[in-house]
């Protein structure tokens, strides 16, 4: 496999338009306000895009593509959420958020309930579902220079975390706006004509569909050798012949050691064996795919990634809402989406950005899911190296004349860059704001000058996205979706029940709203590291492992739990609210005008001004 | 409520009946009474910012929270959340009714269209514009009902 120096040219465009735009925004740059809000005076359509720019990261560039192909029709509740939390984001959030006119979250927190410790708490929250975000989008970026370049993993994390580190430095919030509006443009562009060439040249949508329904397992194409780690598991689930290309050792299912010689060819019936030396196997056109899922259970609903359906159905349909709860609510209580919200003019225009939001993201979610599903007929090879995630980049490679997958898969090598870049910049941006301007500005110096803030803000951007691309550099194991949507399941046990009460309900107390945070927050982030830790992976749930050792219920509800995570959130808010009412502030009435009261009215200012 | 009070003010005419008006009269008690503990407690910037549009009367009302004017807003974020609530339940008794048909009826979804399943399609594709269609339909009426109650306010 050669280098497609198409591909170069265009990450390097990529990188080269995002920085320029970058250093002309930070000329406009002026006052502290611009830098963290963009001064509050971007347009609605511009705010989309910028908004739908930032939203659209490694996950849903790449990872539901990749996990459609893996998983099949489960994972369509993945886009279905992302889009629909937008519908929830404008019904509850958007609106009020703007008009209340404050910065962050944890200004929310502080200016709704009038407590530093509410800041504090919220603060930290943003640190955690930051945290959870900003390792796959380092992965992403590691992923795909190592695809499309063959470069190591860790150079994809060290360019691209840099150069949006940079970017981020200099430019604050109004240089990533122009640069967000315009990486949304390449990505849609990116996916959606790369989709429309391959359909037209490969068969539709659905005869694609009910290709990979239709066949019981997928079979390799053409004669090809794979790579394979130590430790790597292969699920057979038929009769299959290889040959290793080196001497080595497998263990089967029963715990016995086998021993594979060098260029002698093997046969396996149904079952797993683990790779207990690197190696690799070189496979025949017409072999069965290891690890692929049957069509069966790939075409039709509670498959693979909802857990064992034949044992268990009920924690099949367990699992779907828990994930689809965690998603949709998870949305609107995203720390860096929320943010963007305060760069609209009022509140009647966060409404109408929301709506263009809804409209540009919907298009693009169209599309993901047929580069699964076209994967699963042209790149099957792909379940057996485990590299579903790359799905995207390397589909382009089948689809018929060299120059042809050259360009396609140079625009989608651009698109899938400028999907982790603007994302990570956006979380950049959350998370520093988070660390300058609430903890340095509100908590440690509350005289601190604007521009000191200013200052602060740029260290602790230099601080967080030199964090992020060290611990980038070991999350190369994990799967892209996999930390995003514990990201979710959080901000949907924490953020979203304290927004959308303390928008919404003037009975929420200091102490209630407290209480349910901890409750939701805490339990749901002891839940996931849980499994992140003890889940076994590769049986896994939703490929985030599962933990062994309790029951199928317990694993299934540590493995995602928002299903209980956020009513339990809410109802602790609402329940210790009734009992505190003491702990509503005395200014409730006015917090509620500020809230709801159309700006054309003229009756208040935003809630920090400079 | 909303359309009573504009025609309270405007024609001097009570069309509202005995119970809504029993409930409005106790809703502004309360609210006296929550005022009294408020203007106390407002920042001296804050309170001159309030006091923006003096000349105007009802505007004044809103922004001191009194009288007609808190019940004003509170009927707003009444009105809004009902609006809000109504349509986020819609939708998730329309999704979250998805899984249970997947699960129960099967074959219905099974059924298949231009070679997709039901199930694919809806998901894949025809749940999109039904989100559009219904955030559509959210900002439109919520900005109808900022727009009654800015007129009515001013």
Known sequence: MGINWLSVITILSVIIATATLGILATRIVRTTSDFFVASRAVGPFMNAAAISGEYLSAASFMGVAGMVMKFGYDVLWYPVGYAAGYLFLLLFVAGPLRRFGAYTVPDYAEGRFNSLNLRKLAVFFVMIIGFFYMLPQMKGAGVTLQTVLHLPYWVGVMVVGSVITMNVVLGGMKGITFVQAFQFWVKLFAIAVPIFIMLTLLGGYNSHIEAGRSEQIPRFNENLTLDFKAETRLRFTDVTGFTPQENGRVRTEAGQEVILVAERPVTVSAGELTLLSANQFYFEQGQPVPNAPSGQSWGAPFGPLTGDSKANPGLSLLYTYSLMIAIIFGTAGLPHILVRFYTNKDGRSARHTTLLVLALIGIFYLFPPVFGVMGRIHSPELYASGTTDSVVLSLPGKVGPDWLSDVLGAIVAAGAFAAFMSTFSGLLVSVSGALAHDIYGKILVPEASARSKRRAFQLAALAAGGGAIVCGLFVDKFDINMLVGWAFAIAASSFFPLLVLGTWWKGLSKVGATAGLLAGGILASAAIVTTMLLGETGAAIGSGGIVRGVGPLTATLLAQPAIWSVPLSFLTMIVVSRLTPDQIPKEINHIMLRLHVPETLGLRTDYISE | ?154
């Not at chain 2, 269609?133 to 109808?144: E, G, I, P, S």
């Open chain 2, 1 to 154: 409520m909303l359309r009573n009070f504009r025609t309270e003010k405007s024609n001097k005419q009570f069309a509202y009946d005995q119970a809504e008006e029993e409930a409005v009269l106790r809703e502004l008690e309360e609210l006296e009474e929550l005022d009294e503990l408020v203007e106390g407690d407002l920042p001296e910037a804050e309170t001159a910012l309030l006091y923006y549009s003096p000349d105007e009367e009802t505007l004044q009302e809103v922004a001191e929270q009194t009288n007609y004017g808190a019940v004003f807003l509170d009927d707003l974020i009444k009105r809004q959340r009902a609006l809000s609530v109504s349509i986020a339940v819609t939708f998730l008794v329309l999704i979250f009714s998805f899984p249970l048909l997947n699960f129960f009826l099967r074959s219905l979804v099974a059924f298949e269209i231009f070679g997709f399943e039901i199930s694919w399609l809806f998901l894949g594709i025809l749940i999109y514009p039904l989100i559009w269609a219904l955030a559509f339909y959210f900002v439109t009426t919520a900005d109808k009902y900022e727009e009654d109650f800015t007129k009515m306010v001013r």
